[in-house]
């Protein structure tokens, strides 16, 4: 009769064992599942500063007569409420196509304006700058904890050896 007496509450024991092996397990997926939203967010901020920038440079491509205007004018940082009237019509009916009242400094001012102004609600940074190590004009887009400006782009790139600093939140895209 000894023995049955000496493993009372073994099983409750095993029970409780069983239950600190799954909580960790759950704790785990927990930690898991947060870096996977983190990782989602990241993804998710990195599409859309690819998006502004590949904006930007098609802007940039269409208005190449005012394309060193560009680079002024975003790194001013000025607010411009410019805007091109579209009051010139060429066509009839739905082929009609609204033509820009306004020259290639103005457009330029526009496009900055209309970018700038998405890239602040979306908490994103532009400059635009000579590329590290090239003759090519950058665009470069910062968010988060990244800080770059007009005349400092070093938390993306290091200057020295024109390489691409690692767990930085930038992008940079070479233009023109």
């Known amino acids: 009769m000894s ?3 000496a493993q009372k509450g073994v099983g409750l024991m095993e029970v409780l ?9 759950v704790l785990g997926f927990s930690a898991l599942q947060l870096k996977g939203i983190e990782a989602a967010q990241e993804a998710n901020e990195q599409a859309i500063a690819v998006n502004l920038a590949r904006d930007l440079a098609e802007r940039m491509r269409v208005n190449r007569s005012a394309l060193s ?3 002024t004018f975003i790194n001013s940082k000025e607010e411009d409420e410019s805007s091109c009237t579209s ?3 060429v066509g009839t009916g739905a ?5 820009p009242n306004c020259n290639a400094n103005t457009m330029a001012k526009h496009d900055v304006s209309e970018i700038t102004l998405r890239a602040k609600e979306l908490g994103q940074t532009l400059v635009v700058r000579r590329c590290v190590k090239s003759n090519l004009s950058c665009i470069y887009v910062a968010w988060g904890n990244t800080t770059i400006s007009a005349t400092d782009v070093s938390a993306c790139v290091n200057e020295a050896t024109g390489t691409y600093r690692s767990n930085t939140q930038c992008l940079v895209l070479e233009a023109y």
């Open 69 to 71: 205007q560009y680079a």
């Open 87 to 89: 009051t010139n019509s």
């Open 95 to 99: 082929a009609s196509v609204q033509i």
């Open 3 to 5: 023995g049955l007496y």
């Open 17 to 25: 064992v069983a239950l600190v092996i799954l909580a960790i397990g």
